[in-house]
Nanobody, 124 residues
Framework: VQLQASGGGLVQAGGSLRLSCAAF????????MGWFRQAPGKEREFVVG????????YYADSVKGRFTISRDNAKNTVYLQMNSLKPEDTALYYCAGDRRGPVLGRSAYEYDSWGQGTQVTVSS
């Protein structure tokens, strides 16, 4: 499957953005999906994940209460609504898919398909 992330941009602190991850080539209805981010000079980190049925979600502590992941399997798309953005949220955001794991993962190695990333920049 090919994943294409979009929706990034420049926003002031306190603002909102909605990222989309569109899948092409095959259905992601049986994929666990996740969002990761990587800031300059830092390692890629888990942000949020959603199970293939959408029944389970995991959020990094740093984004709980501010970010919401959702999926529309009919549109083969996953979304990340980001509210109350902070400068420390500035990073390249990647969507990722896992079609093998029995459980929703929180580590990058558990995901086998990756999008190209979309830049989110939050100004103070």
């Amino acid at each position: 499957v090919q994943l294409q992330a979009s929706g990034g941009g420049l926003v002031q602190a306190g603002g909102s953005l909605r990222l989309s991850c569109a899948a092409f080539g095959r259905t992601i209805s049986n994929y666990h999906m996740g969002w990761f981010r990587q800031a300059p000079g830092k390692e890629r980190e888990f942000v949020v994940g959603i199970s293939w049925r959408g029944r389970t979600t995991y959020y990094a502590d740093s984004v709980k209460g501010r970010f919401t992941i959702s999926r529309d399997n009919a549109k083969n798309t996953v979304y990340l609504q980001m509210n109350s953005l902070k400068p420390e949220d500035t990073a390249l955001y990647y969507c990722a898919g896992d079609r093998r794991g029995p459980v929703l993962g929180r580590s990058a190695y558990e995901y086998d398909s990756w999008g190209q990333g979309t830049q989110v920049t939050v100004s103070s």
